[in-house]
């Protein structure tokens, strides 16, 4: 993973592409490192390593060699062994592809890709990259839980699928562009894929207009949207935060008093952006008044007082003494399902107890119609489900 970002990064491009002045806007403020960050990177290095050991990526890798790296990068604190599974089903959905071909694909990871010549400065580094024949395949992975991803139209693998066509079009004729994510802990593999012709239209008359725009100095044209989620400078954007503060003061006007479905369902859409926005606010706050700035009408205070053991094992030396039985003082509690396959792997706890696990449904959650899961059937009760099969 390069230390270096572009300007017109192909990370950030669905914001670049909405809201082009939030590239001068963010431009010197610092990027945050995060423990989700960090274990996201070393799961990547995970994976390319079990990649250039599949493929022989830069020279063949012998066992003793790839356990060592392995067992280095287990080394990090950050590491877990689910990290293992999510990068061996990603191995695979690599593997799978190339052997569906007719002959022996080119592969390369970690690779840089330049799409300069539609964005200035603008480069990005693919996690895969195959072709064989006319067809291109550009494979990201996703370690993240929280935010499922689609392939369809991202613009993140459009620019490094860009950057491709144009480092390899001398000698490939590429006619189909196959894009992937490959997120095993939200929602599996999901792909996408378009003409060269439509891919370099989309280049041309998209994002062409919008990084020019974007790099001018004065660019004063900003837009509020699900891209601001990741924006360096949605804790006090003006525009993010007039869009979501609006979420009930749009329908205020509005008669009858009652709101429609469709102004409710209007109204639903701009609550999550206004939850977030309001969770990061207060922690902006919260940081910057700990740096020692002002925020007028605001200030620190200490919180709720907790109190805690000075030495744990000494108390409990003297509640014993005071005749207070252990069972008052312990408790043993089994760990979850989860923190047990976690501990041990998903392959040895599926080896051992795996027979035992059962899927219990989910619960109905709200998310809007564009989500591409089906839609929640409710399941018959027990009575009602026995009355059906009489």
């Known amino acids: 993973m390069p230390g270096k970002h572009a300007v017109l990064s192909a990370s950030s491009a669905e914001r ?55 067992n280095k990068l287990k080394k990090d604190p950050l590491y877990q062994p689910e990290m293992d599974r999510c990068t061996d089903d990603y ?44 067809d291109l395949f550009v494979n990201d992975y996703k370690h993240g839980a929280g935010v499922p991803v689609e392939a369809k139209e991202n613009p993140q693998m459009m620019l490094y699928a860009l950057g491709a066509v144009l480092e390899y079009q001398l000698f490939c004729d590429f006619k ?10 939200a929602g599996g593999v999901k ?61 205020i006007p509005t008669l009858p008093p009652l709101l429609s479905p469709e102004e409710f369902g209007g109204l639903l859409h701009k609550l999550d952006p206004l939850l977030r926005y309001a969770e990061k606010a207060k922690a902006y706050a919260v940081e910057s008044l700990l740096k020692g700035e002002s925020i007028p009408g605001w200030k620190l ?26 069972a008052l003082l312990w408790h043993r509690e089994p760990y979850t399902l989860a923190q047990i396959e976690k501990q041990l792997g998903a392959k040895a ?6 027979n035992h696990v059962i899927q219990k449904p989910g619960k109905p959650t709200l998310v809007p119609e564009e989500d591409k899961r089906e839609s929640y059937s409710p399941r018959p009760s027990v009575e009602e489900d026995f009355k059906q099969t009489v």
Not at 309 to 326: C, P, R, T, V
């Open 301 to 326: 205070v200490e919180g709720r007082k907790t109190r805690a053991w000075d030495n744990q094992e000494a108390a409990f030396e003297a509640l014993s003494k005071a005749g207070i039985e252990d």
């Open 91 to 134: 191995r695979d959905y690599i593997v799978d592809t190339a052997n569906a071909l007719p002959g022996r694909p080119y592969i390369t990871v970690e690779h840089k890709v330049d799409y300069s010549s539609f964005a200035q400065g603008g480069f990005g580094t693919a996690d895969c990259i195959m072709y064989y024949g006319s």
């Open 16 to 70: 670049w592409l909405h809201c082009p002045g939030s590239v001068q806007l963010t431009k010197d403020m610092p990027d945050t490192d995060t423990a989700y960050t960090r274990e996201g990177t070393l799961a990547h290095s995970i994976g390319e390593l079990k990649l250039r050991k599949q493929f022989g990526i830069g020279g063949p890798m012998g066992p003793r060699t790839y356990t060592t790296r392995l």
């Open 176 to 185: 189909t562009i196959h894009l992937a994510i490959i997120q095993p802990r």
């Open 349 to 354: 706890f599926a080896e051992a107890a795996g």
């Open 191 to 251: 792909e996408w894929s378009l003409s060269r012709d439509d891919l370099m239209d989309w280049a041309a008359f998209t994002v062409r207009p919008a990084a020019d725009k974007a790099t001018e100095p004065d660019c004063s044209e900003y837009h509020s949207g699900p891209w601001c989620r990741w924006c360096k400078a949605a804790n006090i954007c003006r525009t993010h935060a007039m869009d979501v503060t609006n979420a009930v003061s749009d329908f």
